[in-house]
């Protein structure tokens, strides 16, 4: 039996490691055919000498992660030992522009390669679609260009809006004003913004209308010029909706669509407007589309799992 020795020299074992042994408990579920011991400041693989060159490369890749930003955790681990390529790890991870200084001195960036491939379609193009399941970072990627934008003064303010779905039915019945009722669909918004821009300072931009979310019903009629605007889970947009929101785009103004086509929650019989947009704009230039996809998943890693079984079901349908 083959073995491979790795010896951490100027990093704390037990960082590494994880709390009670985590991590490396985490590289045995990945690699299921290496016996793997962690002890002192070494880990030693056994198995075929093809399986330990591998676990050798995400190693090294784990070890410069660490190095570099003296954490590892369990998404950053698995990001590693799903992706392709050290390449495409170093794009994705290492080499990610800063987008925002959040708050508390967070540093917020794309976090996998199409993330960044987002960011760079938006810098080429005034309306993007980001198109992918939950968890992928779309609209939290959005929103920190978005604001990037916004501090570069490269717009003037922000607008975020989703459609409210259940209006029709269900808002009539939900305590407070109308604001108050719309304000739960609005929430993953608020909850971006809260991490990218200080309390007091996020107030006041939306008193003075620099921020502004709403549902996509009251885009009608308006013209948004010098504008960062994000329409969020576009997929329950209706083609009437859609065309709207889109011929809204004013002077200056950027437009990024977002949405899953998964989790479509439009009546039965109802055309979704992101997935028709996507057809009738897909050659029109000017207009970018990226889709992500389960390695985009930056949530709980459960989320993958998630939705691979999902997926798994739709595709025996």
């Known amino acids: 039996m083959n073995e491979l020795i790795i010896e951490l020299t100027e990093i704390s074992p037990k960082e590494f490691f994880g709390l009670q042994n985590a991590n490396i408990d985490l590289l045995k579920k990945y690699f299921p055919k290496l016996k793997i011991v962690a002890r002192g400041s070494k880990i030693k693989a056994y198995g075929d000498e093809e399986i330990l060159e591998e676990f050798d490369t995400r190693m090294t890749m784990l070890l410069e992660h660490y190095v570099k930003y003296n954490k590892l955790d369990e998404n950053t681990i698995e990001r590693v030992l799903m992706s392709e390529s050290s390449a495409d790890y170093e794009t994705s991870e290492v080499s990610g522009e800063v987008l925002v200084h959040g708050v508390s001195g967070r540093l917020i960036k794309a ?4 993330q960044r491939k987002l960011v760079d379609l938006m810098q080429k193009n005034d309306m993007v679609f980001a198109i992918g399941p939950a968890g992928t970072g779309k609209t939290y990627t959005g929103v920190a260009l978005a604001v990037k934008a916004l501090k570069e003064k490269q717009v003037r303010r922000i607008i975020l809006t989703r459609p409210a779905v259940e209006a029709g039915e269900n808002l009539g019945f ?3 004003d109308l604001k108050e009722k719309l304000d739960p669909y609005m929430q993953p918004l608020y909850d971006a913004l809260r991490d990218m821009i200080p309390a007091e300072k996020l107030d006041s931009y939306i008193e003075k209308g620099v921020i502004q979310i709403a549902p996509l019903a009251f ?17 329950n947009t209706t083609h009437a909706q859609m065309k709207m929101f889109l011929t809204r785009m004013g002077k200056n103004a950027k437009f990024m669509i977002t949405g899953d086509p998964g989790q479509i929650d439009l009546p039965r019989r109802v055309i ?3 997935k028709e947009a996507l057809l009738i704009l897909k050659d029109v230039d000017g207009v970018g589309i990226i889709h992500l996809d389960d390695k985009d998943v930056i949530r709980h890693r459960l989320v993958k799992k998630v939705i691979a079984a999902y997926k798994a079901i739709e595709n025996r349908n």
């Open 272 to 274: 979704s407007g992101l």
């Open 174 to 176: 939900l305590p407070g």
């Open 219 to 235: 885009m009608r009629g308006r013209t948004l010029d010098n504008a960062f605007v994000i329409l969020d889970e576009g997929q």
């Open 111 to 114: 976090q996998t390669a199409n």
